[in-house]
């Protein structure tokens, strides 16, 4: 079965630092990687997916994430963060071939970016 | 770029009454169309993928007499929450996939909040 990790429910970082959002994940076969981005209320915005190729995928907004296949992570990051990146974040996966071609989110993480 | 419409954004209903979601893809054909609920301050929780032409697929535990999907066009697919009752609040996401195949992503709609009173 597929699965995601974020293992921080929240992260805080000064603006104008670097921020590093993480996610970890399980999947049988290649996986196809995604972040997504949600405002309150609203619903999500596509950042960047990793399918195939180079392993720095650059995304919107200035945000890159970078696929590691020996530990299986797909941590997003930023150079610089802004207060306009606080939101809600969420890594997704989608593994083997399936009919349904489900992905599936990690719990998310919420990140604070302090003036 | 895809774009997926869904509304409405928000509803508030009586309890024991049905409301209905619907969710469109605006510029592309939507294959395949996904349902999800989240609770306050968590994750998104699949609940069913509805292909085009075919009944959902309910994911274990969702109720399906409860929450009808329909699929019945390629640009649009609705959530029936039948009998709603309090605990049915929640907000509620649809998710298309078009036909040009998964590594061209998934398009979300913008959510409906569901208030039932």
């Known amino acids: 079965a597929q699965s995601v990790a974020q293992p921080e429910d929240q992260v805080n970082v000064a603006e104008g630092n670097p921020l590093t959002v993480k996610c970890t994940y399980s999947v049988s076969g290649n996986p196809y990687l995604f972040w997504y981005v949600q405002y309150p209320n609203r619903g999500l915005q596509f950042l960047l997916k990793?399918?195939?190729?180079?392993?720095l995928v650059k995304g919107s907004y200035g945000f890159e994430a970078e696929f590691n296949k020996s530990q299986t992570s797909f941590h997003l990051k930023k150079p610089s963060a802004l207060v306009s990146d606080s939101a809600l974040y969420f890594c997704a996966v989608r593994g083997t071939w399936n009919r349904d071609d489900k992905i599936i989110f990690g719990k998310g993480t919420r990140l604070h970016i302090l003036p | 770029g895809a774009v997926v419409s869904q509304h409405p954004s928000w509803v508030i209903c009586k309890s024991g009454t049905s409301v209905k979601i619907e969710c469109r893809s605006l510029d592309f054909q939507a294959t395949t169309m996904f349902w999800y609920r989240q609770f306050p301050k968590q994750s998104l929780m699949l609940m069913a993928t509805s292909n085009e032409g075919s009944k959902a697929t309910y994911e274990q535990g969702v109720e399906k007499d409860k929450f009808l999907i329909n699929h019945a066009s390629l640009t649009l697919s609705t959530l029936t929450v039948t009998s709603a009752h309090p605990e049915d609040s929640s907000f509620y996401i649809c998710?298309?996939?078009?036909?040009?195949?998964?590594?061209?992503?998934?398009?979300f709609g913008s959510g409906t909040r569901l208030t039932v009173v």
């Open positions: 990793y399918i195939t190729g180079d392993n």
């Open positions: 998710s298309a996939r078009g036909n040009r195949g998964a590594i061209y992503g998934y398009t």
